[in-house]
């Protein structure tokens, strides 16, 4: 922070958010932008989470709620791309969402970022929406997890959301708009503990700090940075814990709604928080947990 001036006023001069021209819409009018300019109210509120016309990259697309998010976010008419090692899940995604693209890779591998953003801007030439969705978890107990293993976790989990994000976030910025979702977790709020997760709580709670710096770092240029904190749902993530009853118990007993999540349950957090009907938000973490934050 040395040095720096931190604050800096509106640049005199600075071009005004721009939207790119939409070819297909519900309606007979352009979405507004998902950030920049208000526009004036619609009559039809549910416009706001249509994203026709936007090109979205959804990281970790192979498996559990990444492959939701991606065809959520194909649901509502963006061109979606997305992500992960394994290539045949990719492609068998994609095979069910026309016009989306896979793009294999590791989101460690800086090449790979540049490579998924490239591929992503020769679709329509500007980027949208990003879900920084892809993570991973390494459940030891602290005093025994090495410090590689932690090394490994916080890059994936945050040091390649930050990447990630750089390169989206120029793009994004250039244009004067776009959304980032980082999916969090609510183990970035609270501790996981008696569950035994050091390198993931660590890594979710940089993941809220970093998008509460970049929404605010960000807002005045038009892009807009938010978090979806999920509680429990059944993924290859959390598959030990499904297969066991104590476990199970241990997620009713103390989640107020009384039960896990459906996947489906996180549908709406993402629209929102993809599109335009969170329009002023921004460097915020949305908890959808059945209310296991509110104890
Ligand atoms: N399930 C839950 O209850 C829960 C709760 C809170 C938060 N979350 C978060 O939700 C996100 C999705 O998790 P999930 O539950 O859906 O788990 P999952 O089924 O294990 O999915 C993880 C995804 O991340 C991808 N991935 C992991 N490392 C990667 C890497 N180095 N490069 C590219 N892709 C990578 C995996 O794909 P490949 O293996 O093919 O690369 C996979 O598609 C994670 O950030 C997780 O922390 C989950």
């Known amino acids: ?14 071009p005004s958010p721009t939207f790119p021209s939409v070819t297909s819409t519900p309606s007979s009018s352009s979405p507004s932008p998902s950030s920049g300019s208000p526009t004036a109210p619609s009559d039809d509120p549910l416009r706001r989470f249509r994203l026709d016309g936007r090109v979205a990259i959804v990281t970790g697309a192979s498996s559990g709620l990444g492959r939701r998010f991606a065809r959520v976010l194909h649901g509502v008419g963006a061109s979606v791309v997305v992500t992960a090692r394994r290539a045949d899940r990719l492609d068998e995604l994609v095979a069910t969402l026309p016009g989306a693209v896979a793009v294999a ?28 969705n892809a993570g991973m978890s ?3 107990a602290a ?57 993931y709580t660590a890594s979710k709670g940089a993941v809220i700090n970093l998008t509460r710096q970049l929404g605010a770092e960000w807002g005045r240029r038009g892009v807009r940075v938010n978090a979806i904190a999920p509680g429990w749902f059944e993924t290859e993530m959390t598959a030990e814990m499904w297969g066991d009853e104590s476990s199970m118990a241990y997620i009713r007993r103390n989640t107020p709604l009384g039960r896990p999540g459906l996947l489906d349950e996180l549908d709406g957090a993402l629209l929102y928080l993809a599109g335009d009907a969170s329009s002023y938000v921004t460097g915020q973490v949305l908890a959808v947990d059945g209310g296991w934050t509110a104890r």
């Open 1 to 14: 922070m040395g040095g720096q001036r931190p604050f800096r006023g509106p640049v005199r001069g600075a």
């Open 105 to 132: 890779g590791d989101i460690t591998v800086e090449d790979d970022r540049q490579r998924l953003i490239d591929r992503a801007l020769a679709l329509t030439g500007h980027l949208d929406v990003l879900v920084n």
């Open 138 to 140: 390494n459940p030891v």
């Open 143 to 199: 005093e025994d997890e090495l410090v590689d293993q932690f090394r490994r976790v916080v890059e994936v989990n945050l040091t390649a959301v930050f990447g990630l994000s750089q390169l989206a976030g120029r793009q994004m910025l250039e244009q004067g708009h776009g959304s980032i979702v980082n999916i969090a977790s609510i183990l970035g709020m609270v501790a996981a503990a008696p569950i035994k997760e050091a390198s």
